[in-house]
């Protein structure tokens, strides 16, 4: 395919070093995401070439289309395999990709591309994936999304589903350490809870459209129903 031909040639190199220059940044990170989006070999690959160290600059970017473009590419790589997603998460990334989910800066396509990583992560990661993203600000992630209001409302199904899988991986972690016969709570689902998340999930019940309300009504009947 078109990817396999690109890689093939062994520019991939070189296309990643003209993301740390302004000359031709842009076309490169667009060519690089477009990379990503093909299979895990070809992630690899890319990783190989050094394309993590340069997408983290890019977040800090000037412009919201280069920003916006990053997060494409990193979203990409949080889809793949553990793996891949173990390097991701060995950097700084996850924390800049959280602080600007939770930014008023940030535009709608940005945010998106924020919450498939999280999406992304907390649906197929390991448990310690998931314990790291929650360490460094995945559930204040998720409320800022959650809280994103009228203008960004389409954003909430997906940071619902993002807080599902985080809490499904907490109650994992709950009902293990008590077949062990140990006392556990979940405590995601605990620290969510602290960060006034179960009275947003009420809040939330209360936005007319059924699929949110569903995700929402589910979430809070599941952790927080006594």
Not at 151 to 174: F, N, S
Request: glycine share 6%; aromatic share 6%.
């Amino acid at each position: 395919d078109r990817v396999q031909a690109v890689i093939e040639t062994g520019v991939l190199r070189s296309i990643a070093k003209i993301l740390a220059h302004e000359t031709h940044q842009s076309p490169a990170l667009r060519a690089i995401g477009n990379i990503l989006t093909g299979d895990s070999a070809h992630t690899d690959d890319a990783l190989k070439a050094g394309v993590l160290p340069e997408l983290e600059k890019l977040l800090g970017h000037t412009r919201r289309i280069m920003r916006k473009e990053a997060c494409w590419a990193i979203s990409n790589i949080s889809a793949g395999t553990k793996v891949q997603v173990e390097a991701l998460l060995c950097t700084e990334i996850p924390n800049k990709i959280f602080e600007m989910a939770c930014s008023p800066n940030n535009t709608y396509e940005i945010k998106k591309e924020c919450a498939w990583v999280i999406k992304n992560i907390s649906a197929q990661g390991s448990v310690e994936h998931l314990e790291h993203i929650v360490d460094v600000g995945a559930l204040q992630a998720t409320i800022a999304l959650l809280n994103t209001g009228d203008m960004y409302w389409r954003l909430i199904p997906t940071a619902l589903e993002c807080l599902d899988h985080i809490l499904g991986v907490g109650q994992d972690i709950k009902v293990n350490k008590e077949s062990h016969g140990q006392v556990a709570d979940n405590v995601f689902a605990k620290k969510f809870q602290e960060l006034d998340g179960a009275d947003l999930l009420q809040r939330i019940q209360e936005i007319e459209n059924e699929e949110i309300y569903d995700l929402a009504f589910n979430l809070m009947n599941t952790y927080y129903t006594r």
